[in-house]
């Protein structure tokens, strides 16, 4: 090579190093060229780049800046020289990477926490059921002393009060009230028993807050005593008993079961009519018993049970004023003339041959009556808690819009509801037979009512007799025949 062309190459040389960067990439592509550090002091013979010397350890910061020096302007800054195992590639500057040593920091072990007592799972108290609190007025006799031992086992009844009426001649009854309601206090139920007594004057504290007040007998009574003497008998005391009711808890339920009940209904009513408290939707008498005894027989003669007959009693409650319909008792079946009479005179002088069946014994249906009257008050609490509407037959007050009769008071079918009878069904078809009989029934029954209103007129009422206008407008007009009354029915 010659030496001018030689010379001529390192001008170029020069002049491209320090020319514009567009003639340094230029060049850059065609010649490389790597400048070498001077021979150095220490005597070591190897030249290194000085890039590839790595800067001396500072004693007291021996970790390495993280800050890169400012870089200086030329083409050493621009090419990245990287040292693997002491050599030099290009790359990424040296760089001393040191990794910190992790400090672990304790934790404190938290101490056992001691376990909670295990909580006992308390089951929540059932709401209170509700219930009635039933007054049974004449408690001292036979009869009421069942009727309290099976309304003790009715679950709608919380609170059952008796009261025993010392008054009363010719009561057979060898026990005591008291332990009576001692016996049955251990009925595992949760009906409440309480005894009152007349000789406390308690009849008022027993009638406080009473749903339900069960009027009956008070006293044994002769079924052959004249019919006259035993309403004497009981009116007083049924008199009485209406007045504390009236006093005490007016709007009670009152069902009379006191004898002759035809003629105790419109005296209760009379009394409560004088008051200011009566509610012919709360009174009613009692034809539990009849009807019990109509639909047993039935349902014998025809060979069913019980359970599927129902005979129906309208008119009055005993005697020749009751009439069991036989022809209700099976729908689409009517027994022959003759046997409906026999059974229907057996029905009537049911009570007379039962006392007459053990000779001298006056009254022996008490566990029969009592049955049939502790139903009767059951269905009657069901209906006032609004749990049943039931079909009952009893001694009420009659709507002129469904019947017109010369009594005021007639034995029907009613349903019963919160508020008391909320319909009287009035009286059924009825065959030729029956239609006579509920005829004579009725012209019987309005003598009866006429002779428990006048009672009242003459010794309780505080306005004295009846002028004889309003006596004569009060009086109904007695029929001879059946076809003179409109019967409707619902």
């Not at 000085?50 to 001396?56: A, N, Q």
């Not at 990477?97 to 072990?109: A, L, R, S």
């Not at 007592?117 to 007025?137: F, H, I, W, Y």
Request: net charge positive.
């Amino acid at each position: 090579m010659q030496p001018s062309s030689v010379l001529l190459k390192t001008k170029c040389l020069w002049s491209s190093l320090f020319s514009s960067s567009k003639s340094v990439n230029c060049l850059s592509q065609a010649v490389s060229v790597r400048w070498y550090a001077k021979k150095s002091k220490s005597g070591d013979e190897c030249r290194r780049a000085i890039v590839d010397i790595p800067p001396d350890v500072d004693p007291d910061c021996p970790q390495p800046c993280d800050r890169r020096p400012k870089k200086k302007e030329g083409i050493l800054h621009k090419i990245k020289l990287k040292v693997i195992e002491g050599g030099t590639n290009f790359g990424t500057p040296f760089r001393r990477v040191q990794c910190k040593p992790k400090v672990c920091k304790e934790e404190p072990v938290p101490e056992p926490k001691a376990l909670p007592p295990p909580k006992k799972k308390v089951p929540p108290m059932p709401a209170p059921r509700p219930g009635v609190q039933v007054s049974v007025l004449g408690a001292d006799t036979a009869i009421g002393q069942y009727v309290a031992l099976l309304l003790k086992q009715c679950p709608c009844i919380k609170k059952l009060r008796l009261y025993e009426a010392k008054e009363t001649q010719g009561s057979e009854c060898s026990r005591d009230l008291c332990q009576v309601v001692q016996d049955l206090q251990h009925i595992d139920t949760n009906c409440l028993v309480q005894a009152f007594s007349c000789a406390c004057f308690e009849l008022e504290r027993c009638l406080q807050n009473s749903d339900i007040v069960l009027i009956l007998e008070s006293g044994y009574i002769n079924v052959d005593m004249p019919f006259d003497k035993r309403f004497c008998y009981q009116a007083p005391i049924v008199k009485k008993y209406t007045d504390a009711i009236a006093t005490e808890c007016p709007k009670a339920f009152v069902i009379v079961c006191a004898t002759p009940i035809d003629c105790m209904v419109p005296l209760v009513a009379e009394t409560l009519k004088e008051t200011g408290w009566y509610d012919p939707r709360k009174v009613l008498g009692s034809l539990a018993v009849p009807e019990m005894r109509a639909s047993t027989l039935a349902a014998r003669a025809l060979c069913l049970e019980p359970r599927y007959t129902r005979v129906p009693c309208v008119g009055g409650t005993e005697g020749e004023s009751l009439v069991p319909l036989f022809s209700k008792a099976v729908e689409y079946f009517d027994f022959a003339k003759h046997n409906a009479e026999m059974m229907t005179e057996a029905v009537r002088t049911a009570p007379a041959a039962v006392s007459r069946c053990d000779g001298v014994c006056n009254r022996a249906a008490d566990l029969s009556e009592a049955h049939a009257l502790a139903g009767l008050v059951t269905k009657v609490a069901w209906a006032l808690l609004c749990k049943d509407v039931p079909r009952v037959t009893g001694f009420v007050e009659t709507d002129a819009s469904q019947v017109i009769s010369p009594a005021r008071y007639i034995a029907n079918t009613v349903e019963l509801n919160g508020a008391g009878v909320c319909r009287n069904l009035g009286l059924p078809k009825m065959n030729d037979s029956e239609t006579t009989m509920v005829n004579l029934a009725l012209n019987e029954l309005c003598e009866k009512q006429k002779l428990a209103i006048d009672w009242h007129c003459k010794y309780c009422s505080s306005s004295g007799r009846l002028d004889a206008c309003q006596f004569q407008f009060f009086t109904p007009h007695q029929s001879q025949r059946f076809d003179d009354c409109a019967y409707a029915t619902l």
